[in-house]
Nanobody, 121 residues
C-alpha cells in the first residue's frame, strides 16, 4: 500500500537547522508531485512547500521562503525539507504529502504520520 514515512525531526535551538526526510513506498514516486505541511499545537494545517514530480518546479509559503528548501531524490524515493534559521514559531509536527498528479499544484492524495520539530528559544 501507499506509505509515507517522515524522519529527521527533533529538538534544535533557535537559529539552527534540520533536514527532514520522507521515504515513499507503494507507488511510482517519480510520477507524483509532493508537498510538506505542518501543524503547530492548537493551530490548523499550514502548507509550506510543494515540488513537481521531476523536481524542476517548487513553490513556498511566505512564512518559509528563503529559509526552507524542498528537494527530492527519485532514485531513492525520498523527499527532503532542508530547514535553516529555525525559530520557536517553526515548532510543529511536519508531514509530507503525496499529490494526485505530477503537477505541484494538484490536490493531496495522502499524508504521512509526521515528525515532531521543536525549536527552543
Amino acid at each position: 500500500q501507499v506509505q509515507l514515512v517522515e524522519s529527521g525531526g527533533g529538538l534544535v535551538q533557535s537559529g539552527g537547522s534540520l533536514r527532514l526526510s520522507c521515504v515513499a513506498s507503494g507507488f511510482t514516486f517519480s510520477s507524483f508531485g509532493m508537498a510538506w505541511v505542518r501543524q503547530a499545537p492548537g493551530k490548523g494545517l499550514e502548507r509550506l512547500s510543494r515540488i513537481s514530480n521531476d523536481g524542476e518546479r517548487a513553490a513556498y509559503d511566505n512564512a518559509v521562503r528563503g529559509r526552507f528548501t524542498i528537494s527530492r531524490d527519485n532514485a531513492k524515493n525520498t523527499l527532503y525539507l532542508q530547514m535553516n534559521n529555525l525559530g520557536p514559531e517553526d515548532t510543529a509536527v511536519y508531514y509530507c504529502e503525496k499529490l494526485k498528479s505530477a503537477n505541484y499544484f494538484s490536490d493531496v492524495h495522502l499524508r504521512g504520520q509526521g515528525t515532531q520539530v521543536t525549536v527552543s528559544s
